[in-house]
């Protein structure tokens, strides 16, 4: 039945672009330990841009290196991704810094902080993605197995990270060579955790789309992206020093993005093995039942 195949080079891919993620932060601090760069101001911004880009790019090419059998049409992910960022751009951003103002009041006290990360920044952020998958290509003929939902939902991921990162990159007027480091650190966490979180998404999507789900199981699982979510973005906030500073103009500020690195893919590659287990236990349930129906 094709709708419960597993598509074990899709959960391959999966762990070796978090690799891959790691990789090109061990690069960027390998340039900066040893070439000790320098980037004229003019080239700041379009650097830090071309920077904020890499890591959704490396996350498609490592996908489609890996799923040769019946990987999804390269414009659609694409058409995807760019929903998520327009998304991002027009409305999930807009709303959590501009009108919901969350960055002036957030971090209050611990509990506005966290109840803050959670229902204002999770749910945004994660009902945008999923809001990327469901009006567009959820009605198409290539969303036609389960697995699909998690690659579309990663793809939406993807987008909104990307304009997280780029707008993060102008805000600060571009990356400096001495932040080089700590501005890939801050680029790649942000693309590990939304991007693995739209996966997460995409399996609840799917799952609603090819079973019998209650009418709950849907907003549940938006739920539980949005509380993990929320709850990463508290803590990261937690287990640093200060804000990133990326400008040209001074010193990181104390900031340590290590330990939210670590996090980031402890979540990442938690989240992709709790997904796999969900998809593969769904999949030989209908399978299960096909054989079952045969007899």
Do not use: C
Not at 235 to 256: F, M, R
């Amino acid at each position: 039945m094709n709708v419960a195949r597993n598509r074990q080079s899709v959960w391959r891919a999966g762990l070796i672009e978090i690799v891959g993620l790691l990789v090109y932060v061990a690069v960027a601090e390998l340039i900066v330990a040893v070439l000790n760069p320098t980037i004229g101001r003019e080239m700041l911004l379009p650097v830090g841009i071309v920077l904020a880009i890499v890591p959704a790019a490396l996350w498609m090419a490592f996908f489609y290196a890996q799923d040769r059998v019946e990987p999804e049409p390269r414009q659609y992910m694409l058409a995807v991704g760019v929903l998520g960022a327009l998304l991002a751009a027009a409305v999930g951003q807009p709303f959590i810094n501009d009108i919901a103002r969350a960055p002036q009041w957030i971090g209050h006290d611990p509990l506005t902080e966290i109840l803050g990360a959670i229902l204002i920044v999770g749910f945004t952020q994660e009902f945008l993605k999923y809001a990327a998958v469901r009006y567009s290509i959820y009605y198409s003929n290539e969303f036609d197995e389960r697995i699909d939902g998690v690659i579309y939902g990663t793809a939406a991921g993807l987008g909104y990270a990307t304009f997280i990162n780029i707008a993060m990159v102008a805000n600060s007027g571009g990356i400096a060579a001495e932040q080089l480091g700590a501005g890939i650190i801050r680029i790649v966490i942000v693309t590990l955790v939304q991007a693995t979180l739209g996966g997460f998404t995409g399996y609840f999507i799917a799952r609603t789309k090819f079973d019998d789900e209650p009418v709950w199981w849907m907003p549940a699982g938006l739920t539980l992206a949005a509380v993990i979510n929320g709850l990463f973005t508290w803590l990261a906030g937690e287990i640093t020093t200060s804000p990133l500073t990326i400008s040209a103009t001074g010193a990181s500020g104390g900031y340590n993005p290590w330990p939210a690195l670590a996090l980031a893919t402890v979540v990442a590659v938690a989240l992709l093995g709790v997904t796999f287990a969900l998809m593969r236990r769904a999949n030989q349930l209908t399978l299960t039942g096909a054989d079952a129906d045969q007899q």
